[in-house]
């Protein structure tokens, strides 16, 4: 293994102020009510569609810009940089991706299958590194779980994470896109431990138009999935989506009360298609990865929704928790707006990664 704390020139460290989550009346206003006057314009519904393609890629683009200017600029101009590939160049790729949150692990696999390549493919020029580099992470990433999609009759989506990670605003941009696409959603507010939680919900819930099943502060979380439960099959739901108590991640007892609620809603709608969703802010590094782990253990996560990618100039731990835990992500979070909260293609991931920085 190289040396990870090899002196180097002194170097600036690109780092990005966190962005908080925005005020729920803050962030409603910026969320678009529809998308009627782009159809109006447009000749037919498959340019319509391109069209909007195109926009979600931008806004990707444009979310991922501290994270190309951090980690992606710093490998590529270290690989423009070297006037030959040599155990220095591959020392120094290994201190950025390790800086980048990309782990340890998953850091010295890479360097150890560009090194294969090298050799395999006779490369000797620098610049062609950027070709196999890219082509490794999309290798990585390649085989994710695929997008947050829905089964036919009751979907049950409970969704878990630490508090200050986006989850509410998580919840309130899932239920919006399905309810836009005229399923019936319902939320239940599982975290009974601040009134505050309850409220917020009530207030989403209110401005997307989406009724909210809640008890008071105190309440049993298992008591309100209950409810929530009950009520969805009685009035033939589309979608529940369960919000549960932002718990740190290493209090016993609230996870042991988490798998309660989960519990629970295995018994009451063992029918039903339910996922476990956690929800991670991406601007915690490798904290998130053990988050990850630790809730994986007590509910066996099915999907990871990353948020505030667009906070973090690193963001190498989306690969670290694809490559070291196999947790597929469904979305990621780019941005305030709902449009910003996005379903995750690797391919378009890597290609919003890589493409060049708009003048």
Known sequence: MFNLFKKKKDKKEDTAEEIKEAPAGKEAKEIPISEEKAKDVLPDEEKAETKKEKGLFSRLKKGLTRTRRGFIFQVTNLFTGYGKIDEELFEELEEILIQADVGIKTTMELIEDLEERVEEEGISEPEEL???FKEELS?????????????????????VGVNGSGKTTTIAKIARRYKEQGKKVILAAGDTFRAAAIDQLKVWGDRIGVNVIAQQEGSDAAAVAFDAVQSAKARGLDLLIVDTAGRLHTQKNLMEELKKVKRVIDREAERANIQVLLVLDATTGQNALNQARLFNEAVNVDGIALTKLDGTAKGGIVIAIKNELGIPIKLIGVGE??????????????????AEQES
């Open 130 to 132: 950027i070709r196999i």
């Open 139 to 159: 290798a990585l990433l390649q085989d994710e779980g695929g997008e947050l999609e829905l089964k036919e009759g009751l979907n049950i989506l409970m969704v």
């Open 337 to 354: 707006a709902a449009e910003d909260l996005q379903d995750f293609k690797p391919g378009e991931f890597i290609e919003a990664l890589f």
